[in-house]
């Protein structure tokens, strides 16, 4: 409580102090949280239209093999020769303080298949295009993802920080400040009281 502190000028610049790094915490606390706020709201914008596109293309690919399989017999043989995918990687890049990581994979170009094309199709073909493409969507969604998850933790202890600053700290500050002010100023009233009566009583 204000009322703790000695009332001295020594206490009233430290706790002045103390005030504005308070004022400028909840300030940064605020703009870090606004832009945390936006970086979030643009990734799941776009985390929303890659799941539509995903999910048709998966659409798209089912059909196809569906096809090829119908077409050509079971084409599991052909499907084997796909390497199956081990190339995603991971790097992290810093949004105002917060990790945000960076998923990348090597992925074949559809244009190298690597399953003997004599013993399929089209559709076989059309398949394998699409799935090539889901890996590739499915990475930068992986990375979308968490980033939002990440960005949605960030965003809650950065408002339980912003308004432990506006609703506590800052007030208590402002508090002591006025206690040790208005008790500065009750001394010096005081003081200027006594000097008069000692004044007048040496003029007596």
Known sequence: MAEQIFPTKGNLIKVKRSLRQANLGYELMDRKRSILVRE????TDEARALRSV??????????ALRNANITL????????CIPVEDTVSLSSRSV????LPKVSAQILPPEEPCYPMIETGSEFDRAYICFNKVK???VRLAELENSVYRLA???KKTQKRRNALKNIMIPKFE???RFIS????EKEREEFSRQKVIKKRKVK
């Open 96 to 99: 105002m303080g917060v990790e």
């Open 182 to 185: 208005n008790a500065l100023e």
């Open 73 to 80: 017999g079971m084409v599991m043989k052909a499907a084997e």
């Open 136 to 138: 590739e969507l499915t």
């Open 175 to 177: 508090q002591q400040v």
């Open 54 to 63: 995903i999910d048709s293309t998966f659409s798209e690919a089912y059909t």
């Open 40 to 43: 979030m709201v643009a990734l």
């Open 153 to 155: 933790v960030a965003i």
